[in-house]
């Protein structure tokens, strides 16, 4: 990628990073009593982040290497997913930045096509998971519920429902993108919408042959690497359960729970219903106040107080932050074509 198009990345990021600090509607007092009580367990929470971001980085070099050699070194593909979804989370419908910027630099080691289905099909796999991670949950609250432990009205049916349908449908899309691709229809999808219409159908025009060869390559995934696609998703999946440790670590500093399994289950629960609620406002930056009211409403219907909620989603802001600052940095460092 060419040193200006990266600075144009990084500048967008910087942009709205800043944007959000100051719409950070948190006192610095009130920012530092947090920080001072999470103590040692902030250092654990930003830690095992690390630990997240290689098991995403084994997940996207085994799809690499699921369409052939993989020339890239682990130590970047690491450094392009954590710069991946820093600008992801700084850009509003999150795939508009770190997406792009993966292609451009993944292109010289394996070439555009297979680039760009490779990340293409770990954006997919990243997703699938979320279905299936927030569909466990369905499951899990039910049986916490019949055995008492958490409350089951109708306004949590209705939203048990809710969620049941939309991730059984998602996972349903999923499933017949795996097996046909989803590019072609993507773009023919685009070509109706005002505004794209003349841009889809042209671009549809110009790269047919380039679109069909990368949906065949996301066919093949599944059809044909069905090892690689089981252990990707693998890792993906266990990625988002193992992410409930971050909440687990919180819940501990207010003794919430047993101190053990059942705080991780509530954990878990936290971080799936919110991370569908921020999902569903994908198109603000960093998931602006779409977190924290995920957070409000999912520690609630736990049975704990606001001031939890308010904390767990502070702290989450803070790794969410200092992990953004690090991709960005990272963008300035280990950027010349490097062999294997």
Not at 209 to 232: C, G, P
Request: charged letters at 10%; glycine letters at 10%; a positive charge.
């Amino acid at each position: 990628m060419k040193s200006t198009t990266r600075n144009i990345f990084f500048a967008f990021g910087l942009i709205a990073v800043i944007v959000m600090l100051f719409t950070f509607k948190v006192s610095f007092a009130q920012l530092w009593a947090d920080i001072c009580h999470a103590g040692y367990w902030l250092f654990a929470i930003l830690g095992l982040w690390i630990f997240l971001y290689i098991m995403n980085a084994c997940t996207w070099r085994i799809i690499i290497k699921g369409s052939g050699d993989c020339p890239i070194p682990f130590w970047k593909i690491l450094k392009l997913t954590i710069t991946g979804f820093a600008l992801n989370y700084a850009t509003p419908a999150g795939l508009m930045g770190g997406e792009p910027y993966k292609i451009m630099e993944l292109k010289p080691y394996i070439g555009t096509q297979r680039a760009t289905s490779s990340v293409l099909l770990f954006a997919m796999m990243h997703i699938f998971a979320h279905f299936w991670f927030w569909t466990s949950s369905i499951v899990v609250y039910i049986v916490l519920a019949l055995f008492g432990l958490l409350p089951l009205g109708a306004g949590m049916i209705a939203v048990l429902l809710f969620m049941l349908c939309f991730c059984g449908g998602g996972i349903y899309l999923f499933i017949r993108g795996y097996k046909n691709g989803m590019v072609v229809k993507l773009i023919r999808f685009l070509s109706h919408i005002p505004g794209l219409k003349k841009w889809a159908r042209s671009f549809a025009e110009s790269h047919k042959e380039d679109l069909q060869k990368i949906d065949h390559q996301i066919s093949e995934l599944q059809s044909q690497n069905q090892r690689s696609f089981y252990a990707s998703f693998a890792l993906e999946y266990v990625g988002r359960v193992l992410q409930s440790l971050e909440i687990y670590f919180m819940l501990l500093l207010f003794d919430v729970g047993t101190g053990g399994g059942l705080s991780f289950v509530y954990a878990f629960l936290i971080l799936s219903f919110t991370s569908l609620f921020a999902n569903l406002l994908f198109f603000l930056p960093l998931q602006l106040g779409g977190r924290e009211g995920g957070f409000a409403m999912s520690v609630a219907q736990i049975g704990m107080t606001a001031d939890i909620g308010m904390f767990i989603s502070i702290i989450c802001r803070v790794r969410e932050l200092f992990w953004t600052a690090v991709g960005l940095l990272l963008m300035k460092v280990g950027n010349g074509r490097v062999k294997s």
